[in-house]
């Protein structure tokens, strides 16, 4: 296999190898034990193995994860060799002879645990240095895959396009309360206002997310939250990618979920702030049989916030995973969520001078709606079910994903509708009544491994999604009075049982898709991606206005695109590495957009161009990612204070730079810049040649953190991380007419690991979010939609791991 391939699978080879050895010698410290060590009997007796076919590399990897064995050599040893995996019930030591047989290479165990791979020739083996971990594995930290995002899994860096991974530890270590506290770790990426803090929303290089957000490789449209318990990475695509097809021209964003493991391990912790925050997340998993894995994670929250309202979530997520004999392996999956918490539109802007406007002024807690008016209750459950069949070639499988999700919802709020310029609020009582979305998802892919003059590595399948919503939107009278300096001094009345607007609506929509992905190894060094999709896209629209007694119906006829794609990696050097990629997308639009309106408008279609760099040190230190690129998106649709406008065409060109570094141990380090230069092109002289609302020319983000591991160090366990994020001035909305401002957050943080017997240990944090009290806003949702952000913050946590 060329080097871009096989380099990349030696260095993961390495890398997990020092992290099998990290998790077998943390065990011999006093302070926690491993697995392994206790398991003696167990590494040396016979169990069942489905491992595919791959890269040696990884096969020993997967290897090494199931049996607990260290496994140590030289990383070019596995260079560009391949396994034909393994299947049924071995011993270690037979299945070790599998997996290598053909390869030139051969097993030795030096003791009971631990493995020297070495030539079969000449025996020479070269051991790694030992690294003794106390307290976080340096692996919590890795973030080189993004495996249910690709059709064809691999190392990020092996890949002509940028994706950051984002690694569960990070959330622990900064004690993200949501998911958007995740999204400053990527450049040019920032958080949306989210329909009142209830959903999540973001902007990727410019653009924002289309609704969907990405679980395990498949689009939902979730009625809440996602609650980080359930996150074991979080993948940043940027720029389209063909074979997804239906996505926005900047990228999107994909949670990775924790899946069962067949080594035990459990944790139990609880997290609190000042302002009021409880929340208590529990996670347990390990082997249940030979061949099964179980694993269930739960978390309760019962919390007040900054702004006086309150969060009110449960949630479980509940696993089985199954390897046959035959190699199959199968793995479900079900989820429960209930989100309760107030459904908040925050601040409001105020008429100035020349058709200017600003944002109010008053301290983070204000509020300009009523508080007793303000909820929104969204609840779901989730089945996911994982078929992997191996097929008579080794080197080809079947692989099958069904997924059914059923959401509930309901929802009462006061919206601003209008500010006079003496200061008059105009204000409506709105409901989403009886909300129930039902969402289906299969596909069918077939992935291997072609070996005729040029070695290509193929993906090709179909998928169908189909959305079922239903939901009943009602709205009160316009009440005038009260002002923005004293908005309680008005009573709102709850007229939402009487309401002056009531519709019944009723969605459904449909795509049916073709994809195939390929990546061909044209040389030694040079790496050629291609992919396609064509997408089919139907649906229908239908509304009864019970008020008036007319209905609407919108059915457009089906409407296809065939998306296309190409990628080129080149290994200049054994450390650096050029790519370019082009792509194009689509995203037809929302059958039914705002609050009250039916539209019909023409699907949103893209396309990007990006070269970039990778460097990494020789040691493997530090990573650096660099790229600039160019986007555009014509028919752009944007909805503002609940009413759809069409934009137009909206471009961004610009670059970003990433680095990812683990220079001593103990110590790590992630930082990125992104810039962007982005533009309206439309008819409206309002906003043509404008920056779009929400977007700004610059995002920063460094988190560094140290923690002492020496074994001879009294502070062993103690470790202490800092971080800044800058997010730029950016427009309130895309005429000008007033500004979100810029701002700048440092976050700071201690904890310490106490150990408590020989496999539990206890993780004690503190630290101070927004150290410098820095008021800010962090989204726009138009001009009586402002989020503001959370003041200065001083948390806490405790994390018992068993």
Not at 146 to 171: K, S
Not at 489 to 507: G, K
Request: charged residues 25%; hydrophobic residues 35%.
């Amino acid at each position: 296999m060329p080097a871009t391939h096989s380099t990349a699978a030696g260095r993961s080879a390495r890398k997990r190898s020092i992290i099998a050895f990290a998790v077998l010698t943390i065990g011999l410290q006093p302070t926690l034990p491993s697995y392994a060590e206790t398991q003696d009997s167990a590494t040396q007796s016979t169990r069942q193995y489905a491992i595919s076919a791959g890269p040696l590399g990884e096969v020993l990897n997967t290897f090494a994860d199931q049996t607990g064995l260290l496994l140590s050599g030289d990383a070019s040893l596995t260079d560009g060799k391949h396994s034909a995996g393994l299947q049924g019930s071995h011993t270690p030591r037979e299945g070790l002879d599998h997996l290598l047989a053909d390869t030139g290479l051969q097993a030795r165990f030096t003791d009971a645990r631990t493995v020297a791979l070495e030539r079969s020739t000449d025996r020479a083996s070269v051991q790694l240095d030992a690294v003794t971990v106390h307290g976080t594995l340096q692996s919590r930290y890795e973030s080189s895959y993004a495996d249910t995002l690709l059709r064809l899994p691999r190392d990020v860096e092996d890949t002509p396009r940028i994706i950051d991974v984002i690694p569960e530890q990070l959330l622990l270590d900064q004690q993200a309360r949501e998911m958007a506290d995740a999204y400053r770790f990527a450049p040019n990426v920032i958080s949306g206002d989210g329909f009142g803090g209830t959903l999540e929303d973001y902007f990727i290089r410019g653009f924002r997310r289309s609704e969907n957000i990405y679980r395990n490789g498949v689009p939902l449209n979730y009625s809440g939250r996602i609650d980080p318990a359930t996150v074991d990475s979080i993948q940043v695509l940027k720029g389209p990618s063909a074979d997804i097809g239906r996505m926005p021209p900047g990228g999107l964003i994909n949670v990775e979920t924790k899946r069962p493991e067949y080594t035990p391990r459990g944790s139990v912790s609880t997290m609190f702030d000042e302002h009021g925050q409880r929340r208590a997340v529990a996670d347990l998993t390990g082997p249940a049989g030979d061949n099964f894995a179980y694993r269930v994670t739960t978390a309760a929250e019962d919390s007040d916030t900054f702004r006086d309202s309150t969060v009110d979530r449960q949630f479980i997520s509940s696993s089985l995973s199954w390897l046959g004999s035959s190699g199959i392996s199968l793995d479900l999956n079900h989820e429960y969520s209930r989100d309760r918490r107030d459904l908040d539109r925050g601040f409001v802007t105020v008429p100035r001078a020349n058709s200017r406007r600003r944002i109010a002024s008053g301290s983070p807690d204000k509020r300009f709606d009523d508080p007793g008016l303000n909820e929104r209750d969204a609840e779901y459950h989730l089945v996911e079910l994982d078929l992997h069949v191996p097929l008579a070639d080794p080197a080809w499988a079947a692989e099958t994903k069904l997924l059914y999700v059923r959401e509930t919802s309901d929802d009462i709020r006061v919206e601003v509708n209008d500010v006079s310029e003496s200061g008059e609020l105009t204000r409506t009582v709105t409901s989403n009544q009886d909300r129930e979305r039902a969402t289906a998802f299969a596909r069918l892919q077939l992935t291997g491994e072609l070996d005729y003059r040029i070695p290509t590595r193929l993906a090709i399948g179909t998928e169908f999604r189909q959305d079922d919503l239903d939901h009943t939107f009602a709205a009160g009278a316009p009440q005038t009075g009260g002002t923005v300096r004293n908005p309680g001094s008005h009573t709102i009345v709850n007229d939402i049982d009487n309401p002056s607007f009531l519709s019944d609506q009723e969605t459904t929509q449909r795509n049916y898709g073709i994809f195939a992905t390929t990546a061909f190894d044209l040389t030694e060094n040079l790496a050629l991606d291609l992919g396609l999709r064509y997408e089919a896209f139907s649906g229908t629209h239908e509304a009864d206005l019970a008020v008036t007694g007319e209905s609407t119906r919108n059915d457009p006829s089906t409407r296809t695109k065939l998306t296309k794609g190409a990628g080129l990696l080149w290994q200049v050097a054994p450390q650096l590495a050029l790519f370019t990629n082009y792509a194009d997308t689509f995203e037809p639009q929302s059958l039914s957009s705002g609050d009250s309106r039916v539209v019909s408008m023409p699907p949103e279609e893209g396309r990007q161009y990006e070269i970039g760099v990778r460097w990494r040190s020789p040691e493997d230190g530090y990573h650096v990612t660099t790229s600039v690129f160019d986007i555009r998106q014509d028919n752009v649709v944007e909805t503002v204070d609940g009413d759809p406008q069409l934009t137009g065409e909206v471009s961004s060109r610009g670059a970003e730079v990433s680095v990812v570094a683990a220079p001593a141990q103990g110590f790590n380090l992630r930082g990125a810049v992104g810039v962007l230069d982005t533009e309206i092109n439309s008819n409206n002289a309002t906003t043509h040649g404008n920056r779009p609302g929400n977007v700004p020319t610059l995002t920063g983000h460094i988190w560094a953190s140290y923690e002492i591991q020496n074994p001879d160090s009294p502070l062993r366990g103690l470790g202490m991380g800092a971080g800044l994020t800058h997010v730029g001035d950016r427009y309130g909305d895309n005429a000008h007419t007033w500004s979100l401002g810029s701002y700048t957050l440092v976050d700071a943080g201690l904890w310490y690991y106490l150990p408590l017997g020989e496999r539990t240990r206890l993780r004690l944090d503190a630290g101070v979010k927004n150290l410098t009290d820095e008021r800010h806003f962090t989204a726009s949702g138009g001009n009586f939609r402002v989020a503001p952000g959370a003041p200065r913050t001083v948390f806490g946590s405790a994390r018992l791991e068993f």
